[in-house]
């Protein structure tokens, strides 16, 4: 009998099957702890990362299907996108670390509280212009840090959709600082 296709375990695991969820681990868990070593540098980092992949393949269901490309090429954004968020919630806790010794040492003065306070209105009301669509997209991708791939998941539309989506978006935001004077730079409109 032949080797049981990645796609047949996954719909096993799918049933709750975990022999099914054991053959995908042991057919993929050294690729994927040396992918997200790579990413991660760090071996309980990378341990982690794995674990996490499993564990979503355990109790999510309907992630994958076949028109999303081959499993191991989605397996492998899966543990991308894992190792992503390990990362960031790795800075996230040196970010509020920082900032909390920085507190102790920010005096700004009011000059620079004032022009903050326009720039972050400016913003605010440039965004508002946007779709409702695509102010979601903007405030996922730039405010909240989901990377496109994840918004295009969780909104379930294409991938280019959300890139589209982005490039019109800041398009526009760029369009209103123009008429605006540039009076709050458009350096940062990427």
Same mark, same amino acid.
């Given at each position: ?85 390990? #990362? =960031?919630?790795?800075? @996230?806790?040196?970010?509020? +670390?920082?900032?909390?010794?920085? /507190?102790?040492?920010? $005096? *700004? ?56 989506? #982005? =490039?019109?978006?800041? @398009?526009?935001?760029?369009? +209103?600082?123009?008429?605006?004077? /540039?009076?709050?730079? $458009? *350096?940062?409109?990427?």
């Amino acid at each position: 009998m032949g080797r049981t296709s990645d796609y047949e375990l996954y719909q096993k695991v799918q049933e709750e099957n975990k022999e099914a969820l054991e053959m995908l681990y042991d057919r993929y868990e050294k690729l994927l702890f040396s992918f997200s070593f790579k990413m991660l540098r760090q071996k309980e980092l990378a341990e982690e990362a794995v674990q996490d992949v499993f564990m979503k393949l355990w109790r999510k269901k309907g992630l994958y299907s076949e028109d999303k490309g081959k499993f191991s090429s989605w397996l492998l954004t899966v543990t991308r996108n894992a190792c992503i968020d390990l #990362i =960031r919630k790795q800075q @996230k806790n040196e970010v509020e +670390i920082l900032e909390k010794d920085i /507190d102790h040492e920010r $005096t *700004e003065s009011v000059e620079e509280t004032v022009t903050w306070n326009e720039e972050r209105e400016g913003l605010k009301k440039a965004v508002s212009s946007l779709t409702e669509e695509q102010q979601d997209i903007v405030e996922m991708f730039y405010f909240k840090g989901y990377s496109q791939s994840d918004i295009a998941e969780r909104k379930n539309i294409p991938l280019g959709t959300v890139k589209g989506r #982005i =490039r019109l978006a800041l @398009k526009h935001l760029k369009k +209103i600082y123009r008429e605006r004077g /540039d009076k709050y730079g $458009t *350096e940062n409109l990427r």
